[in-house]
């Protein structure tokens, strides 16, 4: 397969995943592991290494989320979300902020990244999101769509034109999802 062939086909699995996400269906995990790991390789190609790396951690939290999720379900099937406290929100807004900092100083110093802060931020962002959504917390959405605002233009930036476009679909799919899970929040 071709890097651009690579990236079509990671790009709709992870459309598959986010929209069965905001259905809150196990399914999005089988798609979401398929994803990354395409979505590894295509990074590293790019020299995109904070997205690089956080594939493997989504990779562990795709896992845990699978195992959560389905030990939560209720006797009909859904799988129900909650909210995060106020602590719980400034810790990750304090965790965000300091995991950025410290990959992308990393990154400066040891590799040949072209966009080490933007990348680290948005790595950061993107694994509290999916670790909140594994948790399944409302507060995983509004995460999303910062990725994904983000995503549009790192991507754009390094002519990953799937993957870009991909986030911009993805940005209305975290706006539903986000509204859909405060609806049924308990």
Known sequence: MTSVQIEMLAAVLLLVTVWLVARRSLWNYAFGIA????????????????????????????????????Q???????????????????ATVAAVVA?????ALL?????????????SANMAI????????????????PLWVLVNIGSVGLYATQGLWWTAGVYALLLAVAAKGW????????
């Open 126 to 141: 993107s694994l509290a999101a999916q670790w909140w959504q594994a948790r399944r917390r409302v507060e995983t959405w």
């Open 179 to 186: 509204r859909d899970w405060a609806r049924v929040a308990q």
């Open 72 to 90: 939560a379900r209720v006797p009909d099937g859904d799988v129900p979300v909650g909210r995060l406290s106020w602590a719980m929100r400034g």
């Open 35 to 70: 994803a990354v790991c395409l979505y590894a390789l295509l990074f590293w190609q790019a020299r995109l290494y904070a997205a690089f790396g956080l594939q493997f951690l989504f990779l562990a939290l795709n896992i845990y989320g699978l195992l959560n999720w389905r």
């Open 99 to 103: 995991m950025s900092a410290a990959v």
């Open 107 to 119: 990154l400066v110093r040891t590799t040949d990244a072209v966009a080490p802060w933007w990348d």
